[in-house]
């Protein structure tokens, strides 16, 4: 049936290595190099595609494939396995498919890098671990997939191997992801010893775990430490609070590679574990709520911080990590169906609007370049007007500003909508959760029409030499924009509501892998608003109404009246600064913790270090030494002391068995 | 008399033994065409060696899940024995590989020598599959008469003919021992079948502590711990590792070495299972004094063959530790071991082949002074080899020691388990110093490296295949340990 | 049971007693004029010629030990002789094979010329 699953995996990891070791000194040519890469990719989409409708058509939802076994010892037995059911399932297509996108919008945005190979291999690696990471049938293999990604983040993040800042950007990833990997695996560890040890289930298997998670009990301590050191783990790889520090300053690495990794795909990684281990989560009511009050700050915060941001790609960061919120939030109410169907629209226009703000970068500065300036390529105080220059870019980034602002109609409506349908009517909901995603839902529509405006509108602001050299990107890069473009208009017809008369396909599809926790533990809308049609509509027209107030506001402020931001910012300028520094939060975060850690490092060297450990570890070094000295002397090299030692040892060994 | 006859002929099967004869129809083979060849001429005999193995690996591995036993019990030919029988394919196939340059090199292109690594591979997989007292002690004269001679093939050179007597000697005389104990133990049970030993065992407690029984079980021992080179046992190692042929201690150090152990377990377990708790203690004992002797005096070599010789000493100690859980995932353990070990370890010496100078050999830990940079790819493998061999992961020695000490834990010798650690922190020291000579000494200058043969290299590979392979996914092969053992 | 041992154990003691004191009286009581002649290993006899630790030549050792060889294969034959008709067909070929084999181990002796003499 599914036999060639781990095709789909295995099949960028070729690419890969085909182009790690060949693509420097054999291939050279970036045309092949970029077609062996994109080509890896696609054919695993088809596969998916393919598997996918015949998992459409399948009664049975959940299929399982061991390709060997991994580890074995004693109870401990793990299987490098693939699971594939509708969660899997849509993960691939989102992954795979836009993955093979960008692949092909990297062809012309890495044109003439001279790590032209090395950025194709790393991004198909890339993809491999993540393609293992949803593909996964236990923790384990999920956590080699975690890791991988986190690997190949860091990687590209620092693929601009001569810029400091990529280097330390990479390098703080990196670190602030191990904070929660190491949450992840603590996860791991007390889930696999207490349902063994006490449970006599040795299993870290999804399907097993799904089966037998409900003897740990519903709230238990147990299940609920559990899932906060996974959602720890969640926090760390989906920039959430307090770990979201790292994901603006990700945006050093190239532009696909923030719309691949740091918009669609990785960084959602922590949303599909929660959904993976919902029974889990479902379990424990005190996590549940973690997540989405979590995910509500994260929300409301960094849309704030968006507010102020000058450079193109961190204002779409810090969108990403609000929007990224939006999905914990509804994780955390129940609405896996929801969180994972947002999931899948924010990977279209997200995307969407990184390849955009890509392409923008790009004539940018080719311009910049040509006209020999040093202005900043992504500042948008340097672009505005682009509008005309850039027709394709300009709209599917208009398109995709309309959609993430939640303007009815368009993917993001139909998703967002049902997420805060879902924090004020769920079982697990909280009015003032459902309250701070409204308000994050407004700011998101100013920040993002801000950024539209200020980069497409208004005023040619780009030095008048570079000016005349912007120009419309090549097809290879606009190709990829339109197809995401229009799969940010149309992508959120499959989860229509019943209450707008459509069907809603997504929550059928994903019924098999959330409806079974969802029913034991009462998870679903609440009784009273079931059918309470004024209610929902009420709300809908009530988000409707906030996001086209954001988008207003936006136009008044950056189209109407350009010199109005200008006057807020004179009228409240420690408040500006404030958010214009982010709160400061890195320099909190610095003080706080970096700082001391990092004095406390300095100290166990020079004090305890040094003195204590070196002194003796150096003398047990020198006690081993001296007795090698000594026994090598037992080895005379004379053929009788051989023999003594041998009858010697014969009669002591004799003697003390035989007499004991 | 009529019947004993007719059972004996009804017994005859030669599917138990047909790996070795179709080895020893190779080795045979070779040994009339040399007779004709001109001296030197060795690439031929090399090549017809590697088909002789590749097809008795052929007929081994087709075996696997179909057990053949025959000769009344005396040969079983189960997935224990299969699991060794590649193991010692393996060891022999790669020492082949990396000779033939080696020999010539050496000004001893003599034919013998691929025969006798035959014959050396075909007495191993005796031990391994011999069910019976007589068929092991053949299997071990075979291998061991064999494996003198080609200690000493170098016999223009004083260091190879002092390994080849020294070898010839102590074990003829551990031999002795083994013959002892085997004839005490017939006396006492009447049988040389190892179940029936077992059941008569078993079946008369009173004979559990008759001091016939006890001196026979232990002079046995010794005859098999000779052969792994366990403490006291072990005086003989480094003399002869260092003055043999550099393929041939490589070869030593793996092939028969698993191949005693194969017996040894064998034995242990078919015929002294009820004395298990007696001699586990006294093989704790043998383990951890193994160990500490191997590491600890590893550390004064200046000689990297004969550092590696104890290196071998320490590992056999480790394997040990497996008998001494004597559950299952200890024996499976030492089977997985044994398997590592043969990478590992002849791929460390087939880049010490390498290492050599034009025209002589090179093998102490000066001479290795900037070989990581005149020959970078080989250092980078070597280096791999002495990760495995430190235990560090994501390699083969890694997954290896893993499972021997969780063997050790999970059957309550947690301070065995400490020990054996320990140790293996001590062994950092010598493989790592190979390292700091190899990487952060200056080379000298006029230096002529010996050139790179491709079936060398081969070897090299396979090694470094089978280091990866075990170390990122053991669960595969030890699933297959765990299905050999009993 | 052990009653019927004593006069043994009797007689072994006296020899021992016998042996051990008429030795060590001799030796106190006896008179000592060594002489070269007396302390020779062969007081009787011939004169010594030269040392007893002669080298031979390696030749006699091959063909000493090919002689060995060669002889305990007709040894082998002796039982399957005896067996013969009772072991049939199987053991006609077995002893073939074992002839065949031994066989290749002469050819090989030959051809590398250990069996001449010069």
Known sequence: MYNYLWLIPIMPLIGCIVNGLLGKKFIKNEKAIGAIATLAVFSSFLLSVKYFFQLLGDPVKTHQQVVFSWMSVGDLQIDWGFLFDPLTAIMLLVVTGVGSLIHLYSIGYMHGDPGYYRFFSYLNLFVFAMLMLVTGNNAMVMFVGWEGVGLCSYLLIGFYIDKKSAGDAAKKAFVVNRIGDFGFLLGVFLLFWTLGSEHGVWTLNFVDLAHHGHVLGFGGTVVTIVTLCFFLGATGKSAQIPLYTWLPDAMEGPTPVSALIHAATMVTAGVYMIGRMNVLFAMSPTTMMTVAIVGAMTAIFAASIGFAQNDIKRVLAYSTVSQLGYMFMAMGVGAFTAGIFHLMTHAFFKACLFLGSGSVIHSMHHALHHAHLDDDAQDMRNMGGLRKKMPITFITFAVSCLAISGVPGLSAFFSKDEILWWTFGSTRGMWYVWAIGAVAAGMTAFYMFRCLYMTFYGKEKTDARAKDHIHESPLVITIPLMVLGLLAVVGGYIGVPAILGGSNHIHHFLEPVFGHASEIYHIGIKEAMHHNHALEYGLMALSIAIAFLGIAVASVMYLMKPELPAKFTKMFPKFHRLVFNKWYIDELYDAIVVNPVKAFGTFCWRGFDVKVIDGVVNGVAKLVGLCSAGLRHTQTGLFHNYALAMVLGMVVMVAVFVLR | ?486 | MLDNYLPIFTLILIAVCFAIGSTVFSGLIGQKKPSEVKLAPYECGMPLVGTARERFSVKFYIIAMLFIVFDIEVVFMYPWAVMFKRLGMFGFVEMGVFILILLVGYIYVWKKGALEWE
């Open chain 2, 1 to 486: 008399m009529e019947n004993l006859v007719q059972t004996a002929l009804n017994n005859v099967n030669m599917w138990a033994i047909m790996p070795s004869i179709i080895l020893v129809c190779f080795a045979m083979g070779l040994l009339l065409i040399n007779a004709f060849l001109p001296r030197g001429a060795t690439k031929p005999a090399m090549w017809i060696s590697l088909i002789g193995l590749a097809v008795t690996a052929f007929s081994v591995i087709s075996g696997w899940g179909s057990p053949q036993y025959g000769f009344s019990d005396a040969v079983a030919l189960d997935n224990f024995a299969t699991f060794f029988n590649v193991t010692f394919l393996i060891a022999a196939a790669m020492t082949i590989l990396m000779s033939d340059d080696y020999i010539r090199r050496e000004g001893y292109p003599i034919g013998e020598y691929y025969p006798l690594i035959l014959f050396t591979t075909a007495g191993a997989m005796w031990m391994a599959s011999g069910t019976d007292m007589m068929t092991i002690f053949l299997g071990l004269e075979v291998m061991s008469i064999s494996l003198y001679v080609l200690a000493g093939f170098f016999r223009g050179d004083v260091r190879s003919n002092e390994a080849g007597l020294k070898y010839f000697l102590l074990g003829a005389f551990s031999t002795g021992f083994l013959l002892y104990g085997i004839a005490l133990i017939y006396g006492v049970t009447g049988s040389t079948r190892l179940s029936e030993i077992g059941v008569f065992l078993n079946a008369h407690p009173s004979l559990l502590s008759n001091p016939m029984t006890l001196a026979g079980i232990m002079l046995l021992s010794i005859g098999f711990l000779f052969k792994i080179a366990a403490a006291p046992f072990h005086m003989w190692t480094p003399d002869v590792y260092e003055g043999a042929p550099t393929p041939i201690t490589a070869f030593m150090s793996a092939g028969p070495k698993a191949a005693a152990f194969a017996a040894f377990l064998r034995i242990m377990e078919y015929c002294f299972f009820s004395l298990k708790p007696e001699w586990t203690a006294v093989l704790w004992a043998l383990a951890v004094l193994t160990m500490i002797i191997g590491n600890v005096i590893a550390i004064s070599q200046t000689n990297v063959k004969r550092m590696l010789a104890y290196s071998s000493i320490a590992h056999a100690g480790y394997a040990l530790v497996g008998m001494v859980a004597a559950n299952e995932i200890g024996y499976s353990a030492i089977l997985f071991y044994m398997l590592a070990y043969t990478f590992m370890n002849i791929g460390a010496f087939a880049i010490l082949v390498l290492a050599g100078k034009k025209g002589e050999e090179n093998l102490t830990l000066e001479g290795l002074s900037g070989f990581g940079y005149k020959r970078p790819l080989l250092g980078v493998a070597f280096t791999i080899c002495l990760f495995s061999l430190m235990g560090i992961p994501p390699t083969a020695g890694f997954a290896g020691k893993f499972y021997i000490f969780a063997g050790a834990v999970k059957a309550g010798y947690i301070w065995l388990a400490i020990i054996g650690v320990l140790n293996s922190a001590v062994s950092l020291y010598y493989y790592l110093r190979v390292m700091v000579y190899m990487y952060f000494r200056e080379a000298e200058e006029d230096y002529s490296w010996v050139k790179v043969p491709v079936s060398v290299v081969v070897s090299i590979v396979i090694a470094l295949v089978g280091i990866f392979y075990l170390g990122i996914i053991p669960g595969a092969v030890m699933d297959l340990a765990r299905l050999a053992i009993f």
